[in-house]
């Protein structure tokens, strides 16, 4: 039990300190919330784009950016499912929670930035057209979405039955959360090869969708130093850095701050962070051969936009991020990597915070140079931009508001996954037949491939996208409801096998420790 307390320690132990940092992070949200209200209401002259000028600012590169983190957290968690990587399973949870939080936030800034989010959505959703990179982005992203939702919910639906019992006071809010889930062998063995295809179909999506993003600069010409067919793995290699070194971070913070040193121990951050160096460096490769090539005869526009960070006006940002949030961190983990007396998690995490700020600042400078160098002259000169303080509060208050999400979430459901609580109780003796489960499925499977066909035999006309993505969350509700509408035959065999008196345990006592 004592192990239990351990684990669920923000929810039945959160402290002074939790209380104050929670009531900090909601004054946070609630003035972030106030400017991303002042942005709808009194529009984008808010912000400090301009038509003639940069029309794209920070908040596009805080939702490539937050895009990016999303992207590694449910690597993480898919990686350590299907490679059986058991010794980092306690970060797999906190990596999934990430990943949920992330896309909410990204759209929210996508949102903002549009300024017109109501007819945005109605556009793209109703009335896009397929070859439009828009439409591309806003179905995988509503793909990873849900699918990630789903994962995340099956993964820990048995821990949320086992705080039922842990804690009593919240008995009826974890038992409606977990939805009859008993914890029998039979369950167990379903939920784990649900989740085993699950993470197995994840994996591709989630590199489609930052290929999708970078898809959607390198396709428009007009603008130079966006034009160019390696944007996409250019994309996801930044969503890997940026996602992983967030993960490092959000990780030594929660060992810190609950004393979790057993359960993230400093094996993860050894690997994590010899990990985190490979991934910079194959950046830092990317990034010279991208400048190499710019500076090598190239168009009049190109070689203007890399000149521009290499030796002009956004030369002292560019190379402060390379070198500090870049060049440095890799040289830290690098050595650290190849040395046998231990790690310093606090440098680990330090170094994996200036990659993660060096990412967001890269991205803002693959946003706004761009856009000064453009390949027919302007009307007037180029208006400098300058973000607003509203734009800053828009964009840098998402960190806020998901940290504060993030610690709500912390006292409701558990990071890691729980030892069972040794409860029992007597199993149900109705039957369901396997034919009426087979049937559900079957439908589903059905009713969702058709919407997709429709949608895509219709793409040229309106509500296609609709269409796909309503096929879509049908299929997504396929491996929940393989798991919700269980076949118990199987199990009340085994039940009847060990006890002729047709009574057993439903609560078993959960994995051993």
């Given at each position: 039990m004592q192990?239990?307390?351990t684990?669920?320690r923000?929810i039945?132990e959160?402290?002074l300190?939790?209380?104050?940092?929670?009531?900090?992070l909601?004054?946070?949200t609630v003035?972030w919330?106030r400017?991303?209200i002042?942005?709808?209401?009194?529009g984008?002259g808010t912000l400090g784009?301009?038509?003639?000028g940069a029309t794209?600012?920070i908040?596009v590169?805080?939702t490539?950016?937050?895009?990016?983190?999303s992207?590694?957290?449910i690597?993480?968690s898919?990686a350590v499912?299907v490679?059986?990587?058991?010794?980092?399973?306690?970060?797999?949870?906190?990596?999934e929670?990430v990943?949920?939080?992330?896309?909410?936030?990204?759209?929210?800034?996508?949102?903002?930035h549009?300024?017109?989010?109501v007819?945005?959505l109605?556009?793209?959703?109703l009335?896009g057209?397929w070859?439009?990179?828009m439409?591309?982005?806003m179905?995988?992203?509503t793909?990873?979405?849900l699918a990630?939702s789903a994962?995340l919910y099956l993964?820990?639906?048995r821990?949320?039955s086992?705080m039922?019992?842990a804690a009593?006071?919240?008995?009826?809010?974890y038992?409606a959360?977990?939805?009859?889930?008993?914890?029998?062998p039979?369950?167990r063995?379903?939920?784990e090869?649900?989740?085993f295809?699950?993470?197995?179909?994840?994996l591709p999506i989630m590199?489609?969708?930052?290929?999708?993003?970078?898809?959607l600069f390198?396709?428009?010409s007009?603008?130079?130093?966006w034009?160019?067919?390696?944007q996409a793995?250019?994309?996801?290699?930044?969503?890997?850095?940026?996602?992983?070194?967030?993960i490092?971070a959000?990780a030594a913070?929660?060992r810190r701050?609950?004393g979790?040193?057993t359960l993230?121990?400093?094996?993860?951050?050894?690997?994590f962070?010899?990990f985190?160096a490979?991934?910079?460096?194959?950046?830092?490769?990317f990034?010279?051969s991208?400048?190499?090539?710019?500076?090598y005869?190239p168009?009049?526009?190109?070689?203007?936009?890399s000149?521009?960070?290499l030796t002009?006006r956004?030369s002292a940002?560019?190379?402060?991020t390379?070198?500090?949030?870049?060049?440095l961190p890799f040289?830290?983990l690098?050595?650290q990597?190849v040395r046998?007396n231990g790690v310093?998690v606090?440098g680990?995490?330090?170094a994996?915070?200036?990659?993660?700020?060096?990412?967001?600042?890269?991205r803002s400078?693959?946003?706004?140079?761009?856009q000064?160098?453009?390949?027919?002259a302007p009307?007037?000169?180029?208006?400098?931009?300058v973000p607003t303080?509203?734009?800053w509060v828009a964009?840098l208050?998402s960190?806020v508001?998901?940290?504060?999400?993030?610690v709500?979430?912390?006292?409701l459901?558990?990071?890691?996954?729980?030892?069972?609580?040794?409860?029992t109780?007597p199993?149900?003796t109705k039957?369901?037949?396997?034919a009426?489960r087979?049937?559900v499925?079957?439908l589903?499977?059905a009713?969702g491939a058709?919407m997709?066909?429709?949608g895509?035999?219709t793409?040229?006309?309106?509500?296609?996208?609709?269409?796909?993505?309503?096929g879509i969350?049908?299929l997504?509700?396929?491996p929940v409801?393989?798991?919700l509408?269980?076949?118990?035959?199987?199990?009340e065999?085994?039940?009847?096998a060990?006890?002729?008196?047709?009574?057993?345990p439903?609560?078993?006592?959960g994995?051993d420790?």
């Amino acid at each position: 039990m004592q192990t239990l307390q351990t684990r669920v320690r923000p929810i039945v132990e959160p402290g002074l300190a939790s209380g104050v940092v929670t009531f900090l992070l909601a004054g946070g949200t609630v003035y972030w919330l106030r400017h991303c209200i002042r942005i709808l209401t009194e529009g984008l002259g808010t912000l400090g784009i301009d038509t003639y000028g940069a029309t794209w600012g920070i908040l596009v590169a805080n939702t490539v950016h937050i895009v990016g983190i999303s992207h590694v957290g449910i690597a993480i968690s898919a990686a350590v499912r299907v490679l059986r990587l058991d010794a980092y399973r306690n970060i797999a949870r906190t990596a999934e929670i990430v990943t949920l939080l992330a896309l909410g936030l990204a759209v929210v800034n996508l949102m903002l930035h549009v300024g017109r989010p109501v007819r945005f959505l109605t556009n793209v959703y109703l009335y896009g057209r397929w070859h439009s990179p828009m439409v591309w982005s806003m179905t995988v992203f509503t793909l990873y979405f849900l699918a990630s939702s789903a994962y995340l919910y099956l993964s820990m639906r048995r821990d949320l039955s086992v705080m039922a019992e842990a804690a009593p006071r919240f008995r009826g809010f974890y038992r409606a959360l977990s939805l009859g889930y008993r914890d029998t062998p039979g369950e167990r063995e379903r939920h784990e090869r649900t989740l085993f295809w699950l993470a197995l179909a994840l994996l591709p999506i989630m590199i489609s969708v930052h290929s999708v993003y970078g898809l959607l600069f390198g396709m428009i010409s007009a603008r130079a130093g966006w034009y160019n067919p390696l944007q996409a793995p250019y994309f996801v290699l930044g969503a890997v850095v940026s996602g992983f070194s967030a993960i490092v971070a959000i990780a030594a913070l929660l060992r810190r701050a609950y004393g979790w040193r057993t359960l993230l121990p400093d094996r993860l951050f050894r690997v994590f962070g010899i990990f985190l160096a490979f991934v910079v460096f194959l950046y830092l490769y990317f990034m010279l051969s991208e400048h190499l090539t710019a500076q090598y005869l190239p168009p009049t526009a190109e070689q203007g936009v890399s000149s521009s960070l290499l030796t002009g006006r956004f030369s002292a940002v560019f190379w402060a991020t390379t070198v500090a949030g870049l060049v440095l961190p890799f040289l830290f983990l690098f050595v650290q990597g190849v040395r046998r007396n231990g790690v310093h998690v606090g440098g680990t995490a330090a170094a994996a915070l200036l990659v993660n700020v060096g990412l967001w600042i890269k991205r803002s400078l693959l946003v706004v140079p761009s856009q000064y160098h453009p390949h027919l002259a302007p009307a007037r000169p180029p208006v400098p931009y300058v973000p607003t303080h509203t734009e800053w509060v828009a964009a840098l208050g998402s960190y806020v508001a998901a940290a504060f999400a993030f610690v709500l979430l912390l006292r409701l459901v558990p990071l890691f996954e729980l030892p069972g609580t040794g409860r029992t109780t007597p199993t149900e003796t109705k039957r369901r037949r396997p034919a009426a489960r087979q049937a559900v499925l079957l439908l589903t499977l059905a009713a969702g491939a058709t919407m997709i066909l429709w949608g895509v035999m219709t793409r040229d006309g309106d509500f296609a996208p609709l269409k796909w993505l309503l096929g879509i969350t049908l299929l997504v509700a396929l491996p929940v409801e393989s798991c919700l509408i269980g076949d118990r035959r199987e199990e009340e065999v085994r039940a009847e096998a060990a006890d002729p008196g047709g009574v057993r345990p439903a609560g078993g006592s959960g994995r051993d420790e």
